[in-house]
């Protein structure tokens, strides 16, 4: 059920009355007080119901001026005296506003593959950076966690086959139960879940302390001052102002993004009153943004283009052609594993095929598999008893147990096996000794540094790298001679 806003509740209020006086209105032959009457309280409504900014980009985006000015033109119109020439004026621009044929065209001219893999990177970015998403969005998500629910329990069987790109077998049993716990709420969220506006403007209010009433301020100077000064002005203030102050930086496609991202959701325990208490909320980010993994950099210099000193794309713009090159990409990859021998169905970057599906079947007697049984169940939910993800030719994903890496090296296979480690920031304290056994002769470790997180001095970004280089070097790597980014730090092993 979708939870409405006391704006939107009186905006859906309005718009029904504007249709009712509408309808009226041409019932009475036309009768313009009426016609006004509705005219002025549908556009109202339609204002409270979306909001005054995405009634503004509906309107008088550059491809739909002209169904604009016949549409506004018509209720004009109709407030001067002249109700029937402004209907018809309306009834047209109405038309042009919510016609397809261009996306019909766009449609009937792409590859399937090209408009599923236009879709999944607008529902990977939702699911990405925004705090709420669309229902549409939300049903996508809690198929993919279903199947990926389903891709852990069938390790839990000896006679189950794994995916071949995820594998899960290494991890204990209790972390497999706990991610399978993870995904099932993301399946299942809670009857009455939390308002997550309200737990992101605690997390802002907690952060700024005495600073909200002024967090505009804030806002602008972390990216003016910081951001900027950090080579990502492609980052646009409408947009990042927005993130800050909501949780939701890509509005792909119009529409309500009320729904809860289950995903970005996760449970912590506090310490109140002497009692351990389990709080689930949002503990990411809040300051840097999700712009700055994909929307920042870009081999197409066409999108960092200025104007006025300004630029034309935004960190939006950028992520979209980003991420859809890679999941085309993906789909490439995935397509030339078919044997052109024997007739397979084509693979998306959305859907897998049929040799990769397993057609292993979840019985309702077998616990290891199943976490709840049915006598029966409904079509719809034994589509989820298949693994439908996709399957790439030598990429294999291996999870391994948070404190793995001190007893890797205690393992043969593991020696000397790792040609390429990478290390967040927040995991530098994790490396040590034991790194070196476990890496190749030569192997590249990259480390990220602390360039974008906003709420550290110059002073400290520079120790930070001071001190991920002492600590690579007493791990047994050195820096190589050639690296000039301040965003990561790279080394390669020393030789023995």
């Given amino acids: 059920m979708i939870s409405l806003t006391d704006s939107q509740k009186i905006g859906m209020g309005l718009t029904g009355f504007g249709v009712f006086f509408l309808f009226f209105g041409m019932i009475l032959f036309f009768d313009k007080a009426l016609l006004a009457i509705g005219n002025i309280l549908f556009v109202a409504g339609l204002s409270f119901v979306i909001g005054l900014e995405r009634t503004f980009r509906f309107f008088f985006q550059r491809h739909k001026m002209k ?8 209720v004009f119109v109709v407030l001067i005296g002249w109700p029937i020439v402004g209907v018809v004026l309306e009834v047209y621009g109405f038309f042009l506003l919510f016609r397809t044929p261009q996306r019909c065209f766009t449609l009937s001219i ?36 279903a199947q990926l629910s389903l891709s852990i329990t069938n390790t839990l069987s000896s006679d189950s086959h794994t995916h071949p790109c995820l594998d899960t077998s290494l991890l204990k049993f209790k972390e497999r139960d706990e991610l399978v716990r993870i995904f099932k709420q993301w399946e299942r969220p809670p ?78 325990v506090f310490s109140h009153r002497g009692d351990r208490v389990a709080v689930r909320g949002y503990w990411g980010d809040i300051v840097s943004s999700p712009y700055l993994s994909f929307g920042i950099e870009t081999e197409n210099k066409d999108l960092l283009k200025k104007h006025n000193n300004q630029h034309v794309k935004t960190a939006q713009d950028i992520s979209e052609v980003n991420i859809l ?46 976490t709840h049984t049915e006598p029966e169940q409904h079509p719809a939910e034994q589509q989820t008893h298949k693994l439908d993800l996709m399957n790439l030719s030598g990429v294999k994903v291996s999870f391994l147990s948070p404190d793995s890496l001190s007893k890797l090296p205690l393992k043969s296979k593991y020696r000397n096996l790792f040609n390429t480690i990478f290390c967040s920031a927040s995991m530098v304290h994790q490396l040590d000794l034991s790194l070196r056994e476990i890496a190749a002769p030569d192997t590249t470790l990259v480390v990220e540094l602390a360039k974008y997180l906003l709420d550290l001095s110059k002073e400290q970004v520079s120790g930070f790298a001071d001190r991920v280089k002492e600590i690579a070097e007493e791990s047994g790597f050195t820096a190589t001679h050639n690296q000039s980014s301040d965003i990561y730090a790279v080394f390669t092993r020393k030789k023995d």
Wanted: glycine share 6%; hydrophobic share 30%.
């Fill in 67 to 74: 169904a604009t000015g016949f549409f506004l033109g018509g």
């Fill in 110 to 145: 792409s590859k399937m593959n090209q408009i599923q893999c236009q879709e999944k990177t607008e529902v990977f970015l939702e699911v990405f950076g925004n705090s709420e998403i669309r229902k549409e969005t939300e049903e996508t998500l809690k198929h993919a966690a």
């Fill in 191 to 268: 009857s009455v879940p939390a308002s997550v506006r309200k737990v992101w403007d605690a997390r802002v209010r907690q952060h700024l302390g005495t600073r909200y009433d002024s967090r505009q301020g804030c806002f602008d100077w972390d990216l003016t001052m910081k951001l900027h000064q950090s080579s990502c002005g492609v980052i646009s203030k409408h947009q990042y102002v927005k993130w800050r102050e909501s949780g939701v930086a890509f509005e792909m496609r119009e529409g309500l993004y009320q729904t809860a991202n289950q995903s970005l959701l996760s449970t912590r």
């Fill in 325 to 370: 090159a890679l999941f085309e990409c993906l789909s490439t990859r995935g397509s030339s594993l078919l044997n052109e021998d024997e007739p397979k169905p084509s693979t998306s970057c959305c859907q897998s095929t049929d040799n990769f599906l397993t057609d292993e079947k979840i019985q309702n007697d077998s616990p290891a598999s199943q």
